[in-house]
């Protein structure tokens, strides 16, 4: 059976259809740090939306399972493809297809880079705005496919407020054209935002149309601000919310996220439980609102620094940017993702300072402040996550929920939190979720396992960290 | 059997079971000029999400069918309950029920007016965008519930775009909380922005956490450009949207329009075929971005006027404003509602010019040309749209579609456009819709024989205009 469906995709798809060793290996892992059991039967490398139709209709005809990758930097094991699965990659399929400035609008194939995209955008004076922090090794169709955030959300939307349209082959390899290319429209069902964050359980996204913006002009303006701790951080980015200023940026550093970017980086040690608030404002009103933001902050009874120049600004990000570097240093990371209305941050990082207390962990967190996503990282050794990590985290997630917010901002559930799933969902909701998912794929072919796959009979999740 | 349901209701509901002539007579109609067949069993002023509840779970008990209204403003019928119907009126569940300005969130119940909703936020300093012409009048629920964009969406976007979070009651009365209070947030399938623009067909939204703006600070300006024929000033509108400058605003009237409008209001007579570009600019840039949008207006061969001040541009703004009145006078008025891309407006009003000559009619229209949304309207006499009109209207949405638009940009399917929905979607994706609408509402209580119901036999639409 299994060399039947590698002789029918072979037959149907020729060399796209990948079966080496390494590259069924690599198919099995993304960024999470977790990886399949098994390797995948084959990785089929598609090249036109005819190569994914092809695929579908033979796992169909097999029912053999399929699960999409892109550039695989997932951080929650959704694109991670097992024993007796097809991995099926959509980055070879990276064609910025169309750029329409008058209508503000671009369409691509899923596999392109997101900063590839950004290059091929530039110059005509437009960008698209979502933006993880993964931009230049991650793709489009990946960033669309888990709803992934960044840093720019509080001022220039999310995923879904940014795609107009989507291409889309079904299990059984139907090609289905959702949505329109034009800034409104309510035919329907928005099938479209249906997709965003779908993790590959409903089709295989093939193409996308995207809502572009303008460039925004100017030079933006960076400053940071240091805090005796990080409530004073916390309650210094809720005033600033609350100011009326818009920042671009606001991302903060807790104690130990900050001196451990200042080991990595050899700089001078920050003071004891020092915290840390980086922000950039931008568009025309830059300077302006960087000094607002700067006597908010001040008045917080932050130590502000307002960079001087561009080059100044760099050094200011560097610490911020170097945190994962930083934490890989450490030890094996599990990065975490929980998101809170933006008043709470104060109290989920009480939360998290009760759950460092009672599990005897350090949780060095970082944090998108200007929208309440918080990226709270376990750090330990060896390549499997304690079962006190995995408990600390339970307890994360449930704190997240009583403030009003959620289990993921922006990573997704892929196989890391499908054990959460039904506490955030609840019972009725998750049952209606799994219906829908069974509508576009009635033999669940598409990512089984993942999303709304049943919790595993232990709390242990497989994991191989350290990739 | 009828008795029944009223009794059931009436046992568990008490007074807010309202069976007058008068309240039933007036729940068989919207704004859209249709009413239902017969009229309906019964209106339930609901006050409370237990009504609700109570509501749906005698309708499921009975296999009786709930239509939900907010304030009947809808404009293709989707909210008219007829005979053997159960109407749901959410009018009453009106309260604003939290403000956080550190959120930029409020929650409200889905029957307060749009309106009343901006005074209740406006001393916060607060705003929510989505800004149906209808505003005064209309709900938020039925702004949600039919996806309505307005005049602002290409400069602040659509109605998907400002909703965190939705309560909802299913068809057997179980309650769901879909999203959450974060701006941010992937987890399972993003069952909010599936509700929104779902006519009432999945369930009924009983709350709503709508993701806030600040008000836009400074004042707005106001032009008006007049240019000799209407593909020059749709032609005016794309350079505008080509330059990069981003009005609030910008109308386009076409001559027939204008020409109405006028009369109307006993000001001089437009030009032959004179159309005009009405354009608001705002916030810190505002007076700057007038100028220069008046610059590309001129450039284009307008003859601009820049409002002097407030009351100019409340002048300015009457003539836009009074185009409904103009066409009521004028007889029945059957509005259409089809969005293009943007740089396809002076290609549809080609087509627009085109169907005027081969259906001998004159089809004024008036258009969001920031955004590409066109509402060409029919006028005719007596209460029957005349089936010329129906075969013109048939025309100019297969022209939309070509030009890769849509049937509706912000009026929804409801009843009139029902025939006309697997033009745009495809049998398949038509198939799938009805399909997921049927794991929300397996006996098809919610609003049968809206959005998805099978086209009737003949192309006559019980239509009875002039309300």
């Known amino acids: 059976m299994t060399a039947d469906v590698v002789a029918l995709l072979r037959a149907a798809l020729g060399d796209r259809v990948d079966t080496s060793t390494a590259s069924r290996e690599a198919a099995r892992a993304d960024k999470s740090g977790h990886a ?24 169909s005809a097999t029912g053999t399972p399929v699960v999409t990758r892109g550039a695989a930097t997932g951080l929650a094991g959704g694109a991670n493809a097992g024993a007796g699965e097809i991995a099926l990659s959509m980055r070879s399929m990276n064609r910025l297809l169309e750029v329409r400035a008058e209508d503000l609008l671009a369409v691509v194939e899923p596999g392109i880079l997101n900063a590839d995209l950004d290059r091929g955008l530039a110059p005509h004076g437009l ?220 109290a989920m990082f009480d939360e998290i300072a009760r759950i460092e207390r009672e599990y005897a962990l350090t949780i060095p967190t970082v944090c998108h402040a200007g929208d309440g996503n918080l990226h709270p990282n376990f750090v330990f050794t060896g390549p499997d996550v304690p079962d006190a990590v995995w408990a600390a985290a339970d307890d994360l997630f449930r704190a997240a929920l009583r403030l009003g917010g959620t289990l993921t901002g922006e990573h997704g559930i892929g196989v890391l939190k499908r054990r959460w799933l039904k506490v955030e969902l609840g019972e009725d909701q998750w049952q209606l979720q799994r219906q829908i998912a069974r509508v576009f794929d009635p033999a669940g072919i598409l990512n089984p396992g993942k999303v709304f796959a049943p919790p595993p009979p232990s709390s242990a999740v497989p994991y191989h960290g350290g990739t």
Chains 1, 2 share one sequence.
């Open 127 to 346: 960008w698209w705005p979502p933006d993880p922090a993964s931009r230049e090794v991650s793709t489009v169709g990946g960033n669309i496919a888990t709803g992934a955030g960044g840093l720019l959300c509080a001022k220039y939307g999310v995923v879904r407020d940014a795609v107009l349209a989507l291409d889309v082959v079904l299990a059984d390899g139907r090609l289905l054209h959702l949505g329109h290319r034009s800034v409104k429209g309510v035919t329907g069902l928005d099938l479209t935002a249906l997709m965003i964050g779908s993790e590959g359980t409903l089709g295989v996204i093939v193409g996308a149309t995207l809502k572009l913006r303008r460039r925004v002009p100017g030079a933006p303006r960076t400053l940071t601000a240091t805090f005796t701790g990080v409530r004073d951080a916390a309650n210094a980015a809720a005033a600033v919310t609350a100011s009326g200023r818009q920042p671009a940026i606001m991302e903060l550093m807790d104690a130990a996220s900050l001196a451990a970017v200042h080991a990595h980086l050899a700089l001078p040690d920050p003071s004891r439980g020092e915290a840390q608030l980086t922000v950039q404002t931008d568009g025309p009103t830059a300077a302006d609102d960087a000094g607002a933001i700067a006597a908010v902050l001040a008045a917080c009874g932050g130590e502000v620094r307002l960079a001087e120049d561009d080059s100044d600004a760099a050094q200011l990000w560097r610490v911020r940017r170097s945190l994962h570097p930083a934490m890989e240093a450490l030890g094996t990371t599990l990065i975490e993702d929980v998101s809170v209305p933006r008043s709470a941050l104060p």
């Open 36 to 59: 399949a059991v098994g390797t995948p039967l084959a990785i089929v490398h598609a090249t036109s939306v005819r190569d994914v139709q092809e695929t579908l209709r033979t796992a």
